[in-house]
């Protein structure tokens, strides 16, 4: 199978200036590769580093050391090494990010924050805006909301317009931040059938999932992150 | 193999040709006798771009901005400038008319104060159209579609065209401010605080109206802001200034949320929290 991602002895630590100085180790040596057509699943306890490591493979988060390869464009790039505007360029067309909260930009409404994606992409407003007309339907996102702002809505709209800025696109690598964390069981299943179509698309997903059943139900890979504990490293 | 036989060879495996920046900035110093207004800041600008300025008051964010758009002459250091025909040009080393046409035409400016950047005695559909007259158009009929189409573009009212802006809100001056600079499509964009002093719904619809425009145009945009959710709104690339000196640069949301130098930290733990 082809594979997509691959992050070799990749490490973190955060230096808490404000507290004197302080190394918070978060990971070291983290490797795995993820493969077109398959989801893989961050396991672990909180607070091993399974969010930090999806913030780096976005570029959210900087990386100590490492490399994080990823097949953009027909060539490899590290992203850990990589300009911000080639991170960003890699964001638009190859890696998507299913993120835990949205980020409410005001006055702007939930159609227009799902269609986003499309739009920076050059597709017409049209076209992005009745693909996530057909995203809201199918996460059951009551239609009253659509051209609403979504910072007055639930936790559980908010993500689920989230998903639908996430799923809109045909990137093919997607990271998936606890995207079932509060939503109903009715919508948890409508995220697992999303899941299984992008699968079946040929993306590779890597996610973090809380609950067992949505865990079962998509993984075809576990990755344990405890084994990457930064004080294991010298080991 | 010379550079055009590269591009074309480039071009003919469907691989576009690398887009160059539209500015860079080199090295560019400003003192004041002995202190130091900003010193040694290097960075390239790329067509459709927002860049961040960021740090506290007295950090010399407004010092480099002023010195790229030649509002202050740099002590030393370079600014170059991609002309739209391609030529990458010194802009220090150009003729005075030369450097005034390229900013009445293909660059914009907006002030913090309105005040700054408009003139109030006059109406709001002459501020708008005098930026038109300066680069050659005559027809009056034109010009005022133009203002009142740019007017409504900002979500001013048609009816307010003939009003001078010191009847204005300060929300509004700040969008009339917005639609005098942008009406002649300029490439390159500076703003200084472009939403101090507002009130904080103004300054959410001002904001609103800033992203809409730059991403509809394909604005290069330098943004100077001490307000660092202005930044994370607006640009995709921030710059931190204390003392003069750069002292972090990366991806907006990357130096937000993994900020590395103590002054960040300082600066992203000071957020109040709403």
Not at chain 1, 6 to 16: D, G
Not at chain 1, 121 to 142: D, I, Y
Not at chain 2, 89 to 112: C, P, S
Request: glycine fraction near 8%.
């Amino acid at each position: 199978m082809n594979t997509l991602l691959v992050a070799s002895e990749v490490k973190k630590t955060f230096i808490m200036h404000m507290r004197g100085g302080v190394e918070l180790p978060v990971v070291a040596n983290v490797s795995f590769s993820l493969k077109a057509g398959s989801c893989a699943v961050l396991g672990g306890p909180s607070g091993v580093g399974k969010s930090s490591i999806l913030k780096m493979l976005y570029g959210n988060y900087g990386t100590d050391s490492g490399q994080i390869l990823v097949q953009h464009h027909g060539r490899h790039i590290d992203v850990a090494s990589a300009s911000p505007r080639t991170v960003l360029e890699i964001r638009r067309d190859t890696i998507g990010y299913v993120s835990q909260f949205l980020r409410a930009v005001p006055r702007v409404s939930a159609l227009d924050v799902a269609a986003e994606p499309l739009l920076i992409r050059g597709v017409a407003q049209e076209t992005a805006h009745e693909r996530a007309r057909e995203l809201f339907a199918e996460l059951n996102l009551p239609e009253k909301l659509w051209s609403l702002p979504p910072a007055t809505f639930s936790g559980g709209e908010q993500q689920r317009v989230n998903i639908a800025r996430g799923f809109i696109t045909d990137h093919p690598i997607l990271l998936l931040d606890e995207p079932t964390a509060s939503l109903d069981a009715a919508n948890r299943e409508v995220v697992i059938s999303l899941i299984a179509r992008k699968k079946a698309e040929g993306a590779a997903l890597l996610g973090i999932f809380h609950d067992q059943d949505v865990r079962t139900a998509v993984a075809d890979d576990v990755i344990d992150v405890s084994a990457f504990a930064a004080g294991k490293s010298a080991a | 193999m010379s550079h055009s036989d590269t591009l074309e060879a480039l071009a003919a495996a469907g691989i576009p040709a690398p887009v160059k920046p539209l500015l860079s900035v080199e090295g560019l110093t400003r003192v004041y006798g002995k202190r130091i207004g900003c010193a040694d800041v290097s960075f390239d600008l790329w067509p459709g771009e927002v860049l961040a300025i960021v740090g506290e008051s007295g950090s010399g964010k407004t010092t480099l901005l002023n010195c790229i758009s030649s509002r202050l002459t740099p002590t030393c250091g370079t600014v170059h400038y991609r002309m739209r025909d391609g030529a990458s040009a010194d802009f220090y080393k150009m003729a005075e008319a030369e450097r005034r046409y390229l900013m009445r035409t293909d660059w914009g400016f907006v002030h913090q104060n309105p005040i700054d950047g408009l003139r109030m005695t006059v109406s709001a559909g002459a501020n708008v159209g005098e930026r038109l007259m300066a680069v050659g158009n005559r027809h009056y009929g034109n010009i005022r579609n133009t203002a009142i189409e740019w007017l409504s573009r900002v979500e001013i009212d048609e009816d307010r065209v003939d009003d001078q802006p010191r009847t204005f809100s300060g929300g509004m001056r700040q969008r009339l401010q917005i639609a005098r600079n942008l009406v002649t499509e300029p490439r390159l964009v500076f703003m200084d605080e472009p939403t101090g002093g507002l009130d904080v719904s103004v300054q959410a619809r001002l904001l609103d109206l800033l992203r809409g425009l730059v991403s509809d145009l394909g604005l290069a945009v330098i943004v100077v802001t001490h307000d660092l959710a202005v930044a994370r709104l607006l640009s995709d690339r921030m710059i931190v200034m204390k003392e003069g000196r750069v002292i972090e640069a990366g991806l907006t949301d990357r130096v937000l949320d993994d900020p590395r130098a103590p002054y960040t930290q300082l600066l992203v733990s000071s957020i109040l929290q709403v």
